[in-house]
């Protein structure tokens, strides 16, 4: 795939690489509810600029059970598409970044990358790791929060293509492992990034959102949310 938005990159690639390096060391060895929300009014002379809400998830699995540094997250509550994710509207371009935003959590959190290749099309194959970190169950990711916040109070409208400017953060309590040597700290790193989708086929089309700057506890380089 491409990225899932790439000005989160290395962050969430990092953090695979985390849960794998746990995982190993434990091998050799021996939620928080989601963050982001849902459509507001399809108005055109809306103002969406702030934290973007994102409020429809499937809870039918169960009481959710947050992750420790001792067990990984149970019936984390799912994603799912809001009624006005495919308007070709601003109201439908900011459920699709809702979405987005809360596919990614669920994905550091539950290792599971459904509504992430929903949302952008991509290949099962590129999240083969995270599939396989989920079956170990060596390694997890405690608490992960996927946000964006939104600079503008509407987007950059040409034809069939908007754009956003915006804040992604992406922050996690730490990596847990049933091996305390595999356990490790939480981190955090913000990116101001530049969201940009195009509406085809009659559904919004999300594509790397270009990153301009960063700043938080991760060294990674490029960009935040990508894979």
């Not at 409020?55 to 067990?71: C, I, N, V």
């Not at 999240?127 to 964006?148: E, G, R, T």
């Amino acid at each position: 795939s491409a990225m899932v938005l790439s000005a989160c990159a290395p962050k969430v690639r990092g953090i695979a690489s985390e849960q794998q390096s746990a995982g190993a060391t434990a091998s050799s060895s021996s939620s928080s509810s989601p963050s982001s929300s849902s459509s507001s009014s399809s108005s055109s002379s809306s103002n969406y600029a702030g934290e973007v809400r994102f409020t429809s998830f499937d809870t039918s699995a169960g009481a959710y059970e947050p992750a420790t540094k001792d067990h990984p997250s149970k019936n984390v509550p799912k994603p799912t598409k809001p009624s006005d994710i495919n308007d070709k509207s601003v109201a439908g371009f900011y459920a699709a970044i809702g979405y987005l935003a809360a596919a990614m959590q669920y994905l550091l959190e539950d290792l599971e990358p459904e509504p992430i290749i929903e949302v952008l099309g991509d290949s099962q194959g590129n999240y083969d790791q995270f599939k396989q970190m989920k079956s170990s169950n060596l390694a997890w990711v405690i608490n992960p929060k996927v946000v964006i916040s939104l600079k503008t109070p509407q987007p950059k409208v040409d034809g069939d293509t908007y754009t956003w400017d915006a804040k992604g953060t992406i922050k996690y309590d730490g990596i847990g492992s049933s091996v305390d040597a595999a356990q490790q700290a939480g981190k955090d790193q913000t990116s101001d990034i530049t969201i940009k989708g195009t509406y085809k086929d009659g559904q919004w089309r999300m594509t790397d959102p270009e990153p301009t700057s960063t700043s938080g506890s991760s060294s990674s380089s490029g960009s935040l949310f990508g894979i």
